[in-house]
């Protein structure tokens, strides 16, 4: 069975620093995962995904994700955070069957000016 | 282009009620699905459809049901609604059910059981 964990409830971070959220996921086959952002009182949006190939994926808003295979993990990470990026994030993975995206329970990200 | 969208976005209902959370999407996308957020939970699968006509269930589906006539259409109905339905609803869809497909949210809809 696939799964993924936000080992993290909330993650608080001064404006301009770097921002990191945790992924961890378990799957029986090759990981499809992705990272969703949920804005306040909006639906979720596709930030970026990790098919195969590099382990440093990027994306929307200035975000990346790495990849790390032996620890199971796909970080959400970003060089300078802005106030703006407090929102809500979702990790997520995709097996088999392929119709189901399995979701983390969210973290709260929220940067302080 | 308006993507995937949810009607209506806020209701409230009284136990026993029954109503109809509408979806619909103008992406000509083949797979569509329905989720509910509850707080500490992430979202949960509750229906999926891949395209006009097949319908299944996902991880929770009770209380819930979904047709599929048209590609753009997924209504999601509550039967008789219980105040452990009370959730953020969302509906989903992507162009095709492979693995490596994001997928598309409308922007929820608030229900509340009292």
């Known amino acids: 069975a696939q799964s993924v964990a936000q080992p993290e409830d909330q993650v608080n971070v001064a404006e301009g620093n770097p921002l990191t959220v945790k992924c961890t996921y378990s799957?029986?086959?090759?990981?499809?995962l992705f990272w969703y952002v949920q804005y306040p009182n909006r639906g979720l949006q596709f930030l970026l995904k990790?098919?195969?190939?590099?382990?440093l994926v990027k994306g929307s808003y200035g975000f990346e994700a790495e990849f790390n295979k032996s620890q199971t993990s796909f970080h959400l990470k970003k060089p300078s955070a802005l106030v703006s990026d407090s929102a809500l994030y979702f990790c997520?993975?995709?097996?088999?069957?392929?119709?189901?995206?399995?979701f983390g329970a969210g973290t709260t990200v929220t940067v302080r000016a | 282009n308006a993507g995937v969208t949810q009607t209506p976005k806020f209701q409230v209902l009284k136990t026993g009620q029954s109503m109809t959370l509408q979806c619909a999407q103008d992406?000509?996308?083949?797979?569509m699905s329905w989720y509910r957020q509850d707080p500490g939970m992430g979202l949960r699968l509750i229906h999926y459809s891949v395209g006009a006509g097949i319908t299944d269930q996902g991880e929770v589906p009770n209380g819930y049901n979904v047709s599929r006539s048209t590609t753009e259409d997924f209504p999601l109905r509550l039967l008789s609604a219980a105040p452990s339905q009370t959730s953020v609803y969302f509906c989903?869809?992507?162009?095709?059910?492979?693995?490596?497909?994001?997928?598309?949210f409308g922007q929820g809809t608030r229900l509340t059981v009292v």
């Open positions: 992406m000509n996308h083949e797979y």
């Open positions: 989903a869809s992507s162009y095709s059910m492979e693995q490596n497909t994001e997928a598309f």
């Open positions: 997520a993975v995709r097996d088999m069957p392929a119709y189901k995206l399995s």
């Open positions: 990790y098919i195969t190939g590099d382990n």
């Open positions: 799957v029986s086959g090759n990981p499809y």
